[in-house]
């Protein structure tokens, strides 16, 4: 029974039926099935783009993307498992889902129950997270950087190695958006399901529901899978790994040396104007500057890029809030970016012909590769800014 799962025949007309016995999906017929749900999920994602684009302008699709994106997965798998029917993928591979212990077919508490976690608990995260991260972050530098000017202040203090607190402290702060990131746990799963062959996401995992082919199989069929890519993906992480613990022993190595002998590596640094400044890395602490060359933003700018050895912001080339530049373009509305609604600035075009600010469309393009206009196939490295 770990191998196969049976449906045993009844006794029939005082005749027993024979057992037909169903082997477990492999690993490359359910990333098929995956990702032909995506292909269709897509489809019906630039469908209800569409719909949203001609109600309220390209701006509120382009804003809406990641819920449009929600409520089209919710919308498909809705349609199908929620209901207890094959997606389309399962449907082109000929698997059927089945819960793991009762080798019965998914009960709706199981199919519900993953439905919500794949699609709506992701969504929430990315919602959650970020003001999550900025309040942790603003808190942990806080109670460092009161520990920094403790230390400094005492010079007893400042000889003593780091409390075991502090140095917790300081690899959260470091390393705040990889811990409170999903992506390890995604990574982990990934690898295991490459040498089971079981649990594609981590939902189907907690829930327990595995695929199963509709169609017997013959001795000469043979079984592959992906152990190779689990291999590969252990191995990465391993060295992910080994490379983290290098580098968190190497600060903490260096955030125990007294103040007065790790120099620069512990504490601070006095600049130009005689105002000091944290070395450490993982404060943000605001850089505080005197000024010499009064009010003009421009020349502060320069003097604090050349202190911090930063390159200075470059300015738009072409900003066509300049009356005078691009006059060939004639009119308020066709100096303005649909999808800013601003006046363009790097005026750029498309290869439908389409022009819009190099920054919105660029970043419109890495999300989908369309015209926000017309919807024709549209790269990133394809679009062309315009001179003169």
């Known amino acids: 029974m770990s191998d196969y799962v049976r449906e045993s025949g009844s006794i029939e ?43 309220y302008g390209s701006r509120t699709a ?42 019965r077919l998914p009960s709706l508490f199981r199919r519900s129950g993953y439905i919500l976690s794949s699609v709506i608990l992701p969504y929430a995260l990315t919602r959650f997270l970020p003001a999550f991260r900025r309040r942790l972050r603003a808190k942990l530098e806080s109670t460092l950087r009161k520990e920094h000017t403790r230390r400094r202040s005492s010079p007893s203090l400042s000889k003593q190695p780091a409390s075991k607190t502090f140095h917790l402290q300081e690899y959260i702060l470091k390393h705040l958006d990889a811990i409170t990131s999903p992506s390890a746990a995604y990574a982990l799963s990934l690898a295991v399901f490459y040498f089971s062959g079981a649990y594609y996401s981590l939902s189907k995992r907690a829930f327990g529901l595995r695929y199963v082919f509709t169609r017997k199989l013959t001795d000469s069929d043979q079984r592959v899978g992906y152990e190779v890519l689990g291999i590969l993906l252990a191995l990465q992480m391993a060295v992910q790994g080994y490379l983290h ?28 104007g005689g105002v000091e400044i944290d070395t450490d890395a993982t404060i943000s602490a605001p850089l505080l500057f005197e000024t010499h060359h009064g009010t003009d933003p421009a020349a502060q700018q320069a003097h604090i890029s050349k202190i911090t050895n930063t390159p200075q912001p470059r300015p738009h080339r072409y900003d066509l809030h300049d009356e005078q530049v691009m006059q060939w373009i004639d009119g308020k509305q066709q100096r303005k970016c649909t999808l800013c609604l601003e006046p363009m600035k790097d005026p750029s075009v498309t290869t439908c012909g389409h022009v819009f600010c190099w920054t919105c469309v660029t970043d419109w393009l890495r999300e989908q590769p369309m015209c926000p206009l017309c919807r024709q196939s549209a790269l990133v490295q394809h679009v062309l800014p315009l001179r003169g």
């Not at 005749?15 to 098929?32: G, K, L, N, T, V």
């Not at 207890?84 to 059927?96: A, F, I, K, Q, S």
């Not at 580098?247 to 590596?265: F, H, I």
């Open 62 to 103: 382009h804003n809406w993307t990641a819920e449009a994106r929600t409520f089209t997965e919710l919308l498909y798998l809705s349609l199908t498992t929620f209901v207890g029917n094959r997606t389309l993928g399962e449907e082109y591979t000929d698997v059927v889902q089945v819960e793991h212990d009762t080798h």
């Open 13 to 55: 007309a005082g005749r027993e039926q024979p057992d037909f016995s169903y082997p477990w999906a492999a690993a490359p017929d359910i990333i098929r099935s995956h990702q032909k749900d995506a292909y269709f999920q897509s489809v019906l994602l630039g469908r209800l783009e569409a719909v949203i684009r001609s109600l």
């Open 245 to 272: 613990v290098q580098d968190t022993w190497r600060n903490v190595q260096t955030t125990n040396l007294p103040s007065n002998a790790a120099g620069l590596a512990g504490g601070s640094a006095v600049i130009d």
